[in-house]
């Protein structure tokens, strides 16, 4: 188990308020509840976008929240994707490894195995501005986890999938995910997204946790 | 294909702009410096302040110093401030931190401020030469005239009827839109105008410009500017140096261009060099005012600067010597109260 | 390096760009013991004048700007582009002399030449419809693209396309745009000088003539923040600046009112009015023989090159430093103090060998348009790429990773086109190379000394290469957009 303890801020009307909160550090925790309830601004909270001085993550003995969010290494799938449109999908993942100074030889291997997964091969050359929401989708996953993080959050990935690209979205991410035995926190709303990829589930409403 | 990343393409970009800019500027010193005489070494420093016209370009600047660097040893450095009005703020904002050793270009609508505000070196200068016009000033130890010329109308002979006899006339309807000439507070031309005026009848000089006003065709910030209004035909007189009668004549070769001739007389504008007391080579600093009013000097400034030498017997065959003699006058420098009274005419 | 030096060094650079941008006042600040405000006199009436001025300058520049682009969309042939927008931008070229008298000579047969507001205003105009000519044809294609083919295809009347799509959808641009011609006006210097007769049309003249005739810095550097203080008021109320990354080919040429097609011309034409061949052979017969001609050419090369690379450093550094809020805004309103105060600022620095004065005057220019140009052109480009970078930043990116990889590929563009337009006027700046460094030989002020010695054809003609180098100089800037950033 991972604890995040103090995760605490004050907004204008708004508030987040988790004392103490144990997150799984294997399989896939879902984070689930009704928007407004603070999904995003917990997410943002924990991969450190906005500052929270009273936070602590103890993540196999050692504290995330002393470090700056590039040395948490953590790797993150905004809703929006947030793909480098200039670039190939291919460069894309590749940005991440060399992001953590891993040579493209040395991450060849984990490439190959994600394009095989992730069902890349025919999208891999194109540029990022030319993918359809779901090769777009299943690349930025590939290009936050590339680099082997030792945490994944994936915001609402499957938000802009229509019903049956997300029914093969969640089968893809599964199979990923079982083989890269990644601990991750997944934010959504969707309950089908939980029965089909989650061990856990965490409901959060006005910026609390209710319960597992 | 090669593929050059984007940061080394943006590298190149950079560093071959850079070296751009370098190959261009050493380019350029080579090309300037390529006249110097090699033995610029290690030299004194002499530090001249003048106006960019006088400096740059066509102006006579450039020839003079070249001129004074071949005999005196040393190296003079130039810098301006914008026009005769900015030259002064300089020269007093930089104090003894690093004092200028010549100050070129005041005129005398800026000697009592020049005086106020900067303490100047007394310079023993031989005046026993001089034109009659600039020897029959008081004699200042301090600011030395180095060009002179008295102001009044230039104009078109094919295009003006009868031009103006007396400075009354030129209030006559006929007139009415055709002169240029130049704020007071900007141009010097313009002041010595206004002081002109004020010589003649300073108690009604206000009454004087009312009935000027629907006369001028345009009154502008700066000299080159009203003269360019003529040059175009926009306005038949302008008021300018009779000595621009010395380029139309002699370098445009047309007659065509006459001057106005008042028998009240004329104001006199009379450039000045001196040397500020803070002077760091004060010996050089006199030197090269005295070269200034020797004749190789003066010679440069008539062909250049387009104004009269102070130095006798240099105009003779010139054209100069063919420019008419004005009658001059002693003009009273406008006060700011006088200002005013020009900006009530002018300014409502 | 780890994070947080990255924040360190980051907030550091950060402090040093605003504090180089406002150099100029604390320069002054450091210099002048004793303050003394303006009296209303002084301030009040150019103040007001100077608003309106550059409201109604600004308004009708968008409007005359307009009008170009829809002429300008009227030349359908592709190869017609190139010099459609040199026609267009040559205006914006011209030294302001110039441009008074090709005015002043459209009146002279007729009638007293109007000098006062509508003077000063309809030269703005005619110096700036242009530009914004250029800007309306790329907010049109990347903002209306799509639709206008949408709205052609359904068989839309024009005026019904702009009244009820176009204007919805260009609103903040135009704005924006507004304000940046605003700017430039409200700060304009030489025009409202030449033309504006008895008033004073901007805070810029009262502030020179403070200077020169009294000497009174306290005053004029409390005015000139003054005009800071304002641009920066309508900084925050308006929008920002859209300039798009690339020309996006999409038929707008249905746009284009034929009838109008040789109208973009007429700004130029206006200009070059006084213009005939007795002026070429004049200027000819009267050039002066030991004109350091070329020493000018390489030394305005030098001065244009260098500012649009300082600019680009710029840029480069800002996107390096940026995203940050605080910085943004203030870069957003900030504009330098006037060019006698900001050139006098850094005449009081040490350092007065020539290629120093040569540097100091890149930076003088720099000082005063790099905020503009950021605000118009780079800024929106960089907020474009804000979540970009946020990503890349959580991967673990180095900054430098993050700049050339992400921030680079994609705005270059702007930051090349700004850069070029910074190089463009600064080969063609009169005023601030004159206070800074009177000596050099420019080609503008080669002009002005021959305007100095009864030579005005022979400046004239002297625009001639001052004008085909201005463009080289921009054209090296926006040429090199598809070298740099592919």
Known sequence: ?212 | ?348 | MTGTTFSSTRALLRLAIATTLVSPYLIWLAKISAWQWPTLVEWASPFANALVQASLSAFLSLGMGFVLFLAAQGWRAPRTRPFLEILLLLPNLVPPLFVALGLLSLFTPWMRFPYGMGAVVGAHVLINAGLVAIAFERLVQARLGGVIEAAWLLGTSRWRFWQQIGWPLLRQDVLSLFLFVFSICFTSFTLPLLLAGEQTLTLEVAILDLIRLQGRWDVAVILATTQTLALLLFALLLPGGFWPSRAVDRTVGFLGVAGLKWLVVLPTLIIFSGWSVGIVTTGIRHWPGDLPLLESVLTTLGIGLGTGLLHLMGFLLLAYVLPHAGLNRFLNGYLAPSPVITGFALLLLPGESEEIQLFKVMVAITLISFPLLYRWIVHSALLSLRQQIQTAYLMGSSFSQILFEIVWPQAAPQMLRASGLAALWSAGDFGLTGIVAGQLNTLPLLMESLINSYRLESAQLLLVPLLLLSLCLYGLFVGSIRYVSR
């Open chain 2, 1 to 348: 294909m090669v593929k050059v990343e984007a940061r080394t393409r943006i590298t190149l970009f950079v560093i071959f702009g850079v070296s751009l800019v370098f190959g261009l500027l050493f380019g350029r010193q080579a090309y300037i410096s390529k006249d110097l005489p090699r033995e610029l070494y290690i030299q004194k420093k002499l530090r001249v302040l003048t106006y960019s016209t006088f400096a740059s370009g066509a102006g006579p600047g450039d020839q003079i110093i070249a001129e004074f660097q071949k005999t005196c040893n040393c190296k003079v450095e130039v810098q301006t401030a914008g026009d005769a009005g900015l030259l002064l703020e300089r020269l007093r904002l930089a104090k003894d931190n690093l004092p200028y050793d010549v100050v070129i270009g005041l005129d005398q609508n800026f000697l009592e401020r020049a005086r106020q505000k900067i303490q100047w070196r007394e310079l023993a200068v031989a005046r026993d030469n001089w034109v009659p016009e600039i020897a029959a000033l008081p004699v200042d130890p301090v600011f030395i005239p180095f060009d002179w010329s008295p102001l009044t109308f230039i104009y078109r002979g094919n295009q003006a009827e009868a031009p103006p006899k007396q400075l009354q006339d030129l209030l006559e309807p006929r007139f009415k839109n055709k002169l240029a000439l130049q704020e007071p507070r900007s141009s010097s031309p313009g002041m010595q105008f206004f002081s002109w005026i004020l010589s003649l009848d300073g108690q009604n000089s206000g009454d004087f410009l009312r009935a000027l006003k629907p006369n001028v065709a345009s009154l502008s910030p700066s000299w080159a500017f009203s003269y360019g209004v003529f040059k175009n035909s926009q306005a038949d007189y302008v008021f300018s140096y009779i000595t621009s009668l010395a380029f139309h004549w002699g370098i445009e070769q047309d007659r065509n261009y006459q001057a106005v001739q008042m028998p009240e007389g004329h104001p006199l504008q009379i450039e000045f060099a001196a040397v500020p007391a803070n002077c760091r080579e004060c010996e050089l600093a006199e030197a090269f005012v005295k070269g200034l009013v020797e004749p190789e000097a003066q010679k440069v400034i008539m062909q250049k600067n387009f104004m009269f030498p102070v130095l006798q017997g240099l105009v003779e065959g010139t054209i100069y010597a063919e420019l008419p003699r004005l009658k001059v006058r002693t003009t009273p420098t406008p006060s700011a109260k006088d200002l005013s009274d020009w900006d009530n005419v002018f300014k409502h």
């Open chain 1, 1 to 212: 188990m991972s604890v995040v303890k103090n995760l605490q801020r004050e907004y204008s009307g708004f508030s987040i308020d988790i004392p103490h909160w144990e997150i799984a550090d294997t399989g896939i925790t879902a984070l689930i509840g009704p928007s407004g309830a603070g999904k995003t601004t917990v997410f943002r909270l924990l991969i450190g976008l906005e500052p929270c001085p009273s936070l602590s993550w103890i993540f196999k003995g050692e504290d995330l929240a002393l470090l700056s969010p590039p040395e948490r290494r953590l790797g993150v799938v905004f809703q929006s994707l947030e793909l480098f449109p200039h670039m190939t999908a291919k460069q894309n993942i590749l940005f991440a490894a060399r992001a953590r100074n891993m040579s493209a030889a040395s991450v060849e291997p984990r490439l190959q195995e994600l394009v095989q997964d992730l069902r890349l091969e025919a999208c891999l050359l194109r540029q990022a501005h030319l993918l359809s929401g779901g090769e777009a989708q299943r690349v930025a996953l590939a290009r936050a986890v590339i680099a082997q993080p030792r945490f994944l959050f994936l915001d609402e990935p499957f938000s802009a999938l229509d019903t049956k690209l997300k029914v093969e979205a969640r089968d893809l991410v599964r199979r990923v995910m079982d083989r890269l035995q990644i601990p991750t926190l997944l934010i959504t709303h969707d309950p089908d997204d939980i029965r089909a990829l989650a061990q856990a589930a965490v409901e959060i409403h006005n910026g609390k946790i209710l319960g597992t």
